[in-house]
């Protein structure tokens, strides 16, 4: 056993080679056993206390427990804490490499104790320990192995716990000071000498970034790649400076900031070089899509598609959908991320509750399936496929309620649909866009009425996008172009140049200022639709960019993700 895990049920859950089983036990029974009561522990090296009460008494007990390979130990109570009485019980652990004791009241006596006694510690967490001041942190320079500390709620920290920590841990990487409202720009100044650091978590602390001295000193985290910033009112002249003195941030976290009041705040960012990488062993990607409340983002590959958590740096995929045969073309998500709906080079359009694994639905096209939407009235999917045909999937029928084919033969290579509900439009093969207007009559099925042919490129139109203020039409094209058409007359506005191979994809953001374009390029841009210009390149791959998607919250309501 090298696992263990004590509960607040009185349970004790023990992986053992891979295998699981849950016995009841009585917890003080269960902690003098680990005390020389013949258990085999002695290949135990991580232990988790989960209790409704934790005594100092308990540490001493652990203290004896002559565990030689114990390297982690957690302490999480309701309650009580072990205090400093308790950091006296667990001296002799003296192999520890990481202790995690939020809330355990150890103060600064106690955090002397623990860092005289385990002298091998790399990290420690004392979360939400408001005994711990100023006062203990130069304690920590004993610790010589300690890379991540997390200090997070220690309420009697100030910038004179900085200084001290700029001194005692040179070698820190990871830091959290969260909800240290004693610590401003100057204390921040301090841990600017912290180069080894690559993650900080400045979150609800007295931080503004109004001296301008401590932006400039900023640039000396050159390591740096996470960096939170949630609940500080950062304004984009601020973005600007940290985006100047951390061009290789990699994660930067924003929520909570009501200065943030548009998406211009990313033209702040675009000083930002290094963008969060997930690998795609198993295919290339053909579309991305994010859920509506910015959890999860879908990647659709050939034959499945991998959906991964947006905020998280794990590469591994959270859930995986395969059924299709062949390439995954379009994916996309019903309002509330309920069920998701896919279609693919099999001549299917599929389905897929969220909730439960498996293909829910299945709807047959006879030909290769390019493009799928979701009507905004969450009861419709439109297809187009590579014979021209337009099928709308009738979700409460459960089958093809409509088929429009504007061009026989001619590949529908792009559908999108009004956020209103108004008018849909369809792409070909040949750069020529139609449009119908959706009625709604006196059943539920939608009635098309033709609108518009509106001869957009010479080549193939690979996306057209309606705004989300239903005033444009952005299509993309095989001739390297990118155009914007006003919705009213169909007339062009603006013509984006720059890439220079095919477009495939674009997206705008949610105030319609801006678009994101992918290319066979190998860069994907950021456009400033009120002058056309590209005001952010972005070139870290190496092969086409076939897709992009876009997390853009800021200003629809939600909290703001980077």
Same mark, same amino acid.
């Given at each position: 056993?090298?696992?263990?895990?004590?509960?607040?049920?009185?349970?004790?859950?023990?992986?053992?080679?891979?295998?699981?089983?849950?016995?009841?036990?009585?917890?003080?029974?269960?902690?003098?056993?680990?005390?020389?009561?013949?258990?085999?522990?002695?290949?135990?090296?991580?232990?988790?206390?989960?209790?409704?009460?934790?005594?100092?008494?308990?540490?001493?007990?652990?203290?004896?427990?002559?565990?030689?390979?114990?390297?982690?130990?957690?302490?999480?109570?309701?309650?009580?804490?072990?205090?400093?009485?308790?950091?006296?019980?667990?001296?002799?652990?003296?192999?520890?490499?990481?202790?995690?004791?939020?809330?355990?009241?150890?103060?600064?006596?106690?955090?002397?104790?623990?860092?005289?006694?385990?002298?091998?510690?790399?990290?420690?967490?004392?979360?939400?320990?408001?005994?711990?001041?100023?006062?203990?942190?130069?304690?920590?320079?004993?610790?010589?192995?300690?890379?991540?500390?997390?200090?997070?709620?220690?309420?009697?920290?100030?910038?004179?716990?900085?200084?001290?920590?700029?001194?005692?841990?040179?070698?820190?990487?990871?830091?959290?000071?969260?909800?240290?409202?004693?610590?401003?720009?100057?204390?921040?100044?301090?841990?600017?000498?912290?180069?080894?650091?690559?993650?900080?978590?400045?979150?609800?602390?007295?931080?503004?970034?109004?001296?301008?001295?401590?932006?400039?000193?900023?640039?000396?985290?050159?390591?740096?790649?996470?960096?939170?910033?949630?609940?500080?009112?950062?304004?984009?002249?601020?973005?600007?400076?940290?985006?100047?003195?951390?061009?290789?941030?990699?994660?930067?976290?924003?929520?909570?900031?009501?200065?943030?009041?548009?998406?211009?705040?990313?033209?702040?960012?675009?000083?930002?070089?290094?963008?969060?990488?997930?690998?795609?062993?198993?295919?290339?990607?053909?579309?991305?899509?994010?859920?509506?409340?910015?959890?999860?983002?879908?990647?659709?590959?050939?034959?499945?598609?991998?959906?991964?958590?947006?905020?998280?740096?794990?590469?591994?995929?959270?859930?995986?959908?395969?059924?299709?045969?062949?390439?995954?073309?379009?994916?996309?998500?019903?309002?509330?991320?309920?069920?998701?709906?896919? !279609?693919?080079?099999? /001549?299917?359009? %599929? $389905? #897929? +509750? @969220?909730?439960?694994?498996? =293909?829910?639905? *299945?709807?047959?096209?006879?030909?290769?399936?390019?493009?799928?939407?979701?009507?905004?009235?969450?009861?419709?999917?439109?297809? !187009?496929?590579?014979? /021209?045909?337009? %099928? $709308? #999937? +009738? @979700?409460?029928?459960?089958? =093809?309620?409509? *088929?429009?084919?504007?061009?026989?033969?001619?590949?529908?290579?792009?559908?999108?649909?009004?956020?209103?509900?108004?008018?849909?439009?369809?792409?070909?093969?040949?750069?020529?866009?139609?449009?119908?207007?959706?009625?709604?009559?006196?059943?539920?099925?939608?009635?098309?009425?033709?609108?518009?042919?509106?001869?957009?490129?010479?080549?193939?139109?690979?996306?057209?996008?309606?705004?989300?203020?239903?005033?444009?039409?952005?299509?993309?094209?095989?001739?390297?172009?990118?155009?914007?058409?006003?919705?009213?007359?169909?007339?062009?506005?603006?013509?984006?140049?720059?890439?220079?191979?095919?477009?495939?994809?674009?997206?705008?953001?949610?105030?319609?200022?801006?678009?994101?374009?992918?290319?066979?390029?190998?860069?994907?841009?950021?456009?400033?639709?009120?002058?056309?210009?590209?005001?952010?390149?972005?070139?870290?791959?190496?092969?086409?960019?076939?897709?992009?998607?876009?997390?853009?919250?800021?200003?629809?309501?939600?909290?703001?993700?980077?």
């Amino acid at each position: 056993m090298t696992s263990l895990d004590i509960t607040d049920s009185y349970y004790t859950h023990e992986r053992v080679q891979g295998a699981s089983r849950i016995r009841p036990v009585d917890r003080l029974a269960l902690l003098q056993g680990l005390h020389g009561g013949g258990r085999p522990l002695a290949s135990l090296t991580s232990l988790r206390l989960r209790l409704n009460e934790l005594s100092p008494a308990d540490a001493a007990v652990l203290g004896l427990c002559a565990c030689p390979c114990l390297t982690s130990l957690q302490l999480d109570s309701n309650g009580s804490s072990i205090g400093v009485a308790g950091a006296q019980g667990l001296a002799p652990l003296s192999q520890l490499q990481a202790l995690l004791a939020p809330a355990q009241s150890l103060g600064d006596e106690g955090l002397r104790i623990i860092c005289v006694s385990m002298p091998r510690l790399a990290t420690i967490n004392l979360h939400n320990d408001g005994h711990v001041t100023d006062d203990g942190l130069p304690y920590l320079a004993r610790l010589r192995h300690l890379t991540s500390l997390d200090l997070q709620g220690s309420i009697s920290i100030t910038n004179r716990g900085m200084s001290s920590l700029a001194q005692c841990v040179p070698q820190l990487q990871e830091l959290n000071i969260s909800w240290c409202a004693g610590v401003d720009d100057y204390g921040l100044g301090q841990l600017c000498s912290l180069t080894a650091l690559t993650a900080l978590n400045l979150a609800a602390t007295g931080i503004s970034f109004t001296d301008a001295t401590v932006l400039q000193a900023l640039s000396q985290l050159s390591a740096l790649a996470r960096l939170r910033l949630d609940r500080l009112a950062v304004g984009e002249p601020q973005l600007e400076a940290l985006a100047a003195a951390l061009p290789g941030l990699q994660d930067l976290s924003l929520a909570y900031n009501s200065r943030l009041a548009s998406f211009a705040s990313l033209r702040a960012l675009s000083g930002l070089s290094q963008l969060t990488r997930l690998d795609y062993a198993d295919s290339q990607v053909n579309k991305l899509e994010i859920t509506s409340e910015k959890q999860y983002i879908a990647a659709a590959g050939n034959s499945q598609v991998r959906l991964f958590e947006v905020n998280s740096n794990d590469p591994q995929p959270v859930s995986s959908y395969e059924g299709h045969q062949g390439n995954v073309t379009a994916v996309g998500f019903q309002k509330d991320s309920k069920w998701m709906y896919t !279609g693919g080079e099999d /001549g299917t359009v %599929r $389905v #897929w +509750d @969220l909730r439960s694994p498996g =293909c829910q639905r *299945e709807y047959g096209s006879r030909a290769a399936v390019n493009t799928v939407v979701l009507h905004p009235n969450q009861g419709e999917l439109i297809s !187009g496929d590579q014979t /021209g045909h337009i %099928r $709308v #999937w +009738d @979700l409460t029928a459960n089958a =093809c309620s409509c *088929e429009l084919v504007p061009e026989v033969g001619t590949a529908v290579r792009s559908l999108t649909v009004a956020l209103d509900g108004s008018m849909v439009v369809a792409a070909n093969n040949h750069g020529t866009c139609y449009v119908w207007r959706m009625l709604r009559g006196t059943s539920l099925t939608t009635h098309f009425e033709p609108l518009h042919k509106l001869r957009a490129h010479s080549g193939y139109i690979l996306k057209c996008l309606i705004s989300p203020d239903v005033q444009q039409l952005a299509t993309t094209s095989s001739d390297k172009s990118v155009k914007l058409w006003n919705l009213d007359g169909f007339s062009l506005e603006r013509t984006l140049t720059g890439h220079t191979r095919w477009v495939w994809d674009c997206v705008f953001s949610v105030d319609a200022a801006y678009l994101v374009t992918a290319s066979s390029d190998a860069t994907a841009r950021l456009w400033d639709l009120s002058t056309g210009e590209a005001i952010r390149t972005y070139s870290g791959h190496h092969k086409a960019i076939t897709c992009c998607a876009l997390n853009d919250s800021a200003i629809d309501g939600r909290d703001a993700d980077s």
